[in-house]
């Protein structure tokens, strides 16, 4: 089993930056694929950025050159920094793990909101 939790989320106006953390407990190694997502109300879920095992990340279109993932293995944390926020990143921003080296979605964290004003 794995426990999610992160923290980070508030805020912030268009052009700030946050960052966001998630740490992991219990099995959980660094080839686990992790991610975050996010969600505004009455939409769906969306990937904002995965990182998977050897530090290989993909982005989505809307946050590529502004969003960055990473982990700290040794720390068993994930962290997305945002920089040049806008108001449409506003969203509760979850955290996902994956059981093993595939598609996030095994595990969730409880969400951090993110707001964005203009």
């Known amino acids: 089993q794995v426990q999610l939790v992160e923290s980070g989320g508030g805020l912030v106006q268009a052009g700030g930056s946050l960052t966001l953390s998630c740490a992991a407990s219990?099995?959980?190694?660094?080839?686990?694929?992790m991610a975050w997502y996010r969600q505004v109300p009455g939409k769906q879920r969306d990937l904002v950025a995965a990182?998977?095992?050897?530090?290989?990340?993909n982005y989505a279109d809307s946050v590529k050159g502004r969003f960055t993932i990473s982990r700290d293995n040794a720390k068993n944390t994930v962290y997305l920094r945002m920089n040049s926020l806008k108001p449409e990143d506003t969203a509760v921003y979850y955290c996902?793990?994956?059981?093993?080296?595939?598609?996030?979605?095994?595990?969730w964290g409880q969400g951090t909101q993110v707001t964005v004003s203009s």
């Open positions: 990182i998977r095992a050897g530090g290989y990340t």
């Open positions: 219990g099995t959980i190694f660094s080839w686990n694929t």
């Open positions: 996902s793990a994956a059981r093993g080296r595939g598609t996030p979605g095994d595990y």
